[in-house]
């Protein structure tokens, strides 16, 4: 009868290790950039005003209407392009493409939330009820995270869950409150989010 030695049985663990993280990189999208997450968190705290303690600035407070509006569009966008630009250059340093079948299926995954949140926006803005864009904005934000997550980190399912705790705050407190839960979210989860990349992705 045949024993298996202790050093074949750690090879053999060894390789199924390596066997279930190449499974896990085809079915789950994980070719994000730290410093996106870091720069899109930047961004958020500079138009929350530091959670509200800029109070001079229009992104803190909602009932400024168009102002508070374009101080956050400003912020989508630099996230959005920031994410865009350093995702393709950290798949290109990595030999990868970035438009794989996986990185389809979480983007289509984030796109249901995201136009659902336009369209929203742009109905509440028509009515003048700029009040309810904080917490619309994190609620959709945490939708898309939770169902991206599927596809990508777990992590990820976790930041879509306190997303979605921060969108009820914000529609649940007064609308004074508004930058600090704009602040937290878009500013220190992401920051979190650009933290758990650069340690387990390096980068």
């Given at each position: 009868?045949?024993?298996?030695s202790p050093m074949a049985r750690d090879e053999a663990l060894r390789?199924?290790?390596?066997?279930?993280?190449?499974?896990?990189?085809?079915t789950r999208y994980s070719t994000f950039s730290a410093w996106s997450g870091f720069i899109a968190g930047t961004a958020a705290l500079a138009g929350s005003g530091g959670c509200g303690w800029a109070?001079?600035?229009?992104?803190?407070?909602?009932?400024?209407?168009?102002?508070?509006?374009?101080?956050?569009?400003?912020v989508f966008?630099?996230?959005?392009?920031?994410?865009?630009?350093?995702?393709?250059?950290?798949?290109?340093?990595?030999g990868e493409r970035m438009w794989t079948p996986i990185a389809r299926t979480a983007f289509g995954?984030?796109?249901?939330?995201?136009?659902?949140g336009l369209v929203a926006t742009l109905a509440l803005a028509r009515a003048e009820r700029y009040d309810l864009l904080?917490?619309?904005?994190l609620t959709m934000y945490g939708c898309g995270l939770y169902v991206a997550s599927f596809f990508a980190p777990l992590f990820m399912r976790t930041l879509g869950l306190i997303f979605l705790a921060l969108g009820a705050a914000a529609w649940w407190t007064p609308v004074e409150w508004s930058a600090v839960w704009l602040g937290l979210g878009f500013g220190g989860l992401h920051f979190a989010f650009g933290t758990i990349v650069m340690w387990r992705y390096r980068g």
């Open positions: 009868m045949l024993h298996e390789a199924l290790g390596y066997i279930r993280a190449a499974i896990d990189r085809t109070s001079e600035n229009p992104g803190c407070h909602p009932l400024m209407g168009p102002r508070f509006l374009g101080v956050w569009l400003g966008v630099v996230a959005a392009v920031t994410m865009l630009i350093l995702t393709a250059l950290k798949a290109q340093q990595r995954a984030l796109l249901g939330p995201g136009m659902a904080p917490g619309l904005w």
